[in-house]
């Protein structure tokens, strides 16, 4: 399982993700084996920071799942669905979101 500080911003952004499309701590708990401690930590970080990265990152990839036919209608299909909208971007996008 990994620790709070142990997430890469992907993992972060899947954290954020489910949370954003209504699913309960307690369910991402169960399906992705993050604690529940990291998973508030994760939320809490999002909610407070004036420069979050992970929010330029989530909107872009929610607009392209949003866009899935038919939507993921599991965590795990939405883990699926962000994993190939994230590979599908260009090297240096990350930057392009952090630089806006």
Same mark, same amino acid.
């Given at each position: 399982?990994a620790?709070y500080?142990?997430?890469?911003?992907?993992?972060?952004g !899947?954290?954020?993700?489910?949370?954003e499309m209504?699913?309960?701590?307690?369910e991402v708990?169960?399906?992705?084996?993050y *604690?529940?401690t990291?998973i *508030?930590?994760?939320?809490?970080e999002?909610?407070? *920071?004036?420069?979050?990265i992970i929010? #330029?990152?989530? +909107? +872009?990839l929610?607009c392209?799942?949003?866009?899935?036919?038919? #939507?993921p209608?599991t !965590?795990?299909? !939405?883990?699926?669905a962000l994993?190939?909208s994230?590979?599908?971007k #260009? #090297?240096?996008?990350l930057?392009?979101?952090?630089?806006?």
């Amino acid at each position: 399982m990994a620790g709070y500080q142990d997430l890469s911003n992907f993992e972060r952004g !899947l954290i954020v993700g489910a949370g954003e499309m209504g699913h309960s701590i307690s369910e991402v708990e169960m399906k992705f084996g993050y *604690s529940h401690t990291t998973i *508030s930590r994760v939320y809490h970080e999002y909610r407070v *920071s004036d420069m979050n990265i992970i929010e #330029p990152m989530w +909107a +872009a990839l929610q607009c392209v799942v949003q866009k899935r036919s038919p #939507p993921p209608g599991t !965590l795990m299909d !939405l883990r699926t669905a962000l994993q190939d909208s994230w590979c599908e971007k #260009p #090297p240096g996008y990350l930057q392009t979101l952090v630089k806006k």
